[in-house]
Nanobody
Framework: QVQLVESGGGLVQAGASLRLSCAVS????????MGWFRQAPGKEREFVAS?????????YYADSVKGRFTISRDNAKNTVYLQMNSLKPEDTAVYYC???????????????WGQGTQVTVSS
């Protein structure tokens, strides 16, 4: 079992930055592909970014956040981050951290999910 706890959400103005953290605990000896997803009110949950479990830690981003968001991981701290810059009102959503035994951007490939953290961007 793997437990994920997100933190770092909040209310910011457009153009500001936030850094989300995802603390990973439990069966962490196995490397996991990690992802961030988000769900805005009235919308389906969508992929934001992922980082692979291999040593190279390749990263992938949704087109809507490419160039503004950066996903990274600190394996020594068992933590995954999502640095969000130049935030826009349309980034407002609950952000979820997730872990997968494979490298994927597909929600259905993720086995473990955090409880989510709210990000609100005002115009």
């Amino acid at each position: 079992q793997v437990q994920l706890v997100e933190s770092g959400g909040g209310l910011v103005q457009a153009g500001a930055s936030l850094r989300l953290s995802c603390a990973v605990s439990g069966h962490t000896r196995s490397r996991y592909g990690m992802g961030w997803f988000r769900q805005a009110p009235g919308k389906e949950r969508e992929f934001v970014a992922s980082i692979t479990k291999n040593i190279g830690s390749d990263t992938y981003y949704a087109d809507s956040v490419k160039g503004r968001f950066t996903i990274s991981r600190d394996n020594a701290k068992n933590t995954v981050y999502l640095q969000m810059n130049s935030l826009k009102p349309e980034d407002t959503a609950v952000y979820y951290c997730a872990a997968s035994q494979v490298n994927s951007y597909r929600e259905e490939d993720y086995n473990y999910w955090g409880q989510g953290t709210q990000v609100t961007v005002s115009s």
